[in-house]
């Protein structure tokens, strides 16, 4: 079993700054990939950032504004999010990948509200 949890989010104005972290614990957890994804209320989830050992990718809507990192062979997980915007407001989930199983592990998110 695979426990994930978020760190950070909170309150900011447009144009502020806030890290998020992702931590991922169980017995023998080898991570294989992992994503932040966001939802804001009434919206579908997603993709916000993703990093593996091969690739690193973020979504057009943040690019330029966003980072997602990852220490080589951690189980953690950081999402730098500057210059913040209205629409950033949602509720961000860290989602965790191993390589010893398909599930999909996830965390139970961490709201980000962002005013104008």
């Known amino acids: 079993q695979v426990h994930v949890w978020e760190i950070g989010g909170g309150s900011v104005q447009a144009g502020g700054s806030l890290r998020l972290s992702c931590v991922a614990a169980g017995s023998r957890v080898y991570v294989q990939s992992m994503a932040w994804y966001r939802q804001a209320p009434g919206m579908r989830r997603e993709l916000v950032a993703f990093?593996?050992?091969?690739?690193?990718t973020v979504a057009d809507t943040v690019k330029g504004r966003f980072t997602i990192s990852r220490e080589e062979y951690s189980a953690a997980a950081f999402l730098q999010m500057n210059n913040l915007e209205p629409n950033d407001t949602a509720v961000y989930y860290c989602?965790?990948?191993?390589?010893?199983?398909?599930?999909?592990?996830w965390g139970q998110g961490t709201q980000v509200t962002v005013s104008s």
């Open positions: 990093t593996s050992s091969s690739s690193t």
């Open positions: 989602c965790v990948r191993t390589f010893q199983s398909t599930t999909d592990y």
